[in-house]
């Protein structure tokens, strides 16, 4: 089993960042990926972004590129997205993910965190 705590979701103006952090425990050596997903209101829960635990390899969403970083620190068992240039559109729950193999599919991921709210005001 695995275990992930998100943190550092909070109320920010449109423009502006936070930094979200996914501390894992567990059977980390399992985890080929890390993912964050984000799920608004009435929507369904959507791919961010995600990276392969040991050789760092990152993949973004298309809303998420250019603005979003995805990084991990491995002997910290953390993963952190860093998210710029914030829209109103980006305020959603944001969940951290486990995988113990390659995906971006929410369905393929085993561990999940409880979420973290994001909220960006216009």
């Known amino acids: 089993q695995v275990q992930l705590v998100e943190s550092g979701g909070g109320l920010v103006q449109a423009g502006g960042s936070l930094s979200l952090s996914c501390a894992a425990s567990?059977?980390?050596?399992?985890?080929?990926?890390m993912g964050w997903f984000r799920q608004a209101p009435g929507k369904e829960r959507q791919f961010v972004a995600a990276?392969?635990?040991?050789?760092?390899?990152?993949f973004y969403a298309d809303s998420a590129k250019g603005r979003f970083t995805i990084s991990k620190d491995n002997a910290k068992n953390t993963v952190y997205l860093q998210m710029n240039s914030l829209k109103p559109e980006d305020t959603a729950v944001y969940y951290c993910?486990?995988?113990?193999?390659?995906?971006?599919?929410?369905?393929?991921?085993?561990?999940w965190g409880q979420g973290t709210q994001v909220t960006v005001s216009s």
């Open positions: 990276i392969t635990w040991r050789q760092g390899r990152d």
């Open positions: 993910a486990g995988d113990t193999g390659w995906s971006t599919v929410k369905d393929d991921y085993e561990y």
């Open positions: 567990g059977r980390m050596p399992s985890i080929y990926t």
